[in-house]
DNA sequence: CGCCGCGAAATCCTATAGGATTCGTTCCGG
DNA sequence: CCGGAACGAATCCTATAGGATTTCGCGGCG
């Protein structure tokens, strides 16, 4: 609960609370108590409110001033159709400059394709298929995305494609859809087109498996939001 | 210096410092002292390290652990290049599904074309062409992109175009160009594609607008970042 | 002349305390 | 039985103090 300090306890807690909220160890919506954060933290309140600052820049909590924090809220459909959409644009695009980027032969901070191939993989079936087992397959497939957004080259790019992550992950771990052989399947597309260096391929390929995935997760809104 | 208090000093104070930044009362890459601003803004440190924290968040400021945080340093050549390539993606989406929508004939929360007819002028070249007029032609020109962006519908696009705001403004501030009826003029084309409900025609002329406007501040790149 | 190390001052970081506000419960009236 | 007001407890917010670290100037050495 408590790992080695960095340097200031306010980077130790932001990455801890980060945790807990990422582990639905706090569900969305649910109250953050400050006192009660630090004293399971063994620190003052005083890094702890600095720490949930942050933290709600990252969207990852709510502040009520004068009424605390409260964890995220689970997205709702029409936020889950916005996140689709956004994906759609930020990493159709990294994919489509990623296959630009090899097609020139870009050396050094290049696009590694070995590294992409790598992580395209995801656990198996044999994986546990309870909450590690999603956790797991979320952890992959966030890499696999997180680094074809990098090898993008532009930073702006890949820390926009980051900041989407934890609303998806969230979601996942809440309503748990792995589909491991498929978006296996559409992840290596993906790369056969970057490595190929075909800038419409890669697109295409990306779109084909995010609109895959929205589908792989649609059947899980049912009336409300 | 220290507007009316909303409800916790800490927004104020996020306010306040953010103000400081965006008109350059704090250069890029200076140094922020913690208990002088606080002195300044005669509050405790305490709130004040809290804002910062928020706009580390949002990329305006930089922490270094136990040495205290910078005004966010200006954009390099590379940096700039980045941004042109982000706004492409990001703001010819929005003008795309703006028109979508105004085709759709969404009602109520749809495309006010009118609202955007009235943000796409911009201060004419009668207007001061100091530290004043820059500041006027990039706020209206900063309104009339966050309204197409608000428009689209999606909220998490419109917070990632506001997200990349005040890189360029700050970078406008330092190397002032004001071309009023050329851009004028390029924002009317693209309200033109969204009233006619023409997607392609939207998203090529926000295209063309953001490919000139980029022309247009290219030339403050000298050798150096 | 330049580089390195030392010491004082400035600055940052965390803990704690107290005033202000909200939340939950209880009690009362309808 | 239900709705609303009032009281107490919990919680939040800000200020302040002190320990820890960095920064900067200065003197000594190569």
Redesign the pocket.
Known sequence: MRPA?R???????YESVRALIMDHAVAPGE??????L?RQL?????????ALARLESDGLVR???????TAAPLLTRAEFEELVEMRLVLETAAARRCATRTAAREGADGVDVAALRREADLPGPTADSGYAGIAAFTARDARFHNLLAEFSGNRMLHEAVVRLRPHLHLFRLHFPTTHHDTSAREHHRVVDAVAAGDPDGADAAMRAHLLAARERHLPYFTEEG
């Open positions: 300090r340097l200031t306890l306010t980077d130790d807690v109250r953050v108590n400050i006192d009660a630090a063994q620190v003052s309140p005083t890094p702890v409110r600095e502040k009520r001033p004068l009424a605390g924090y």
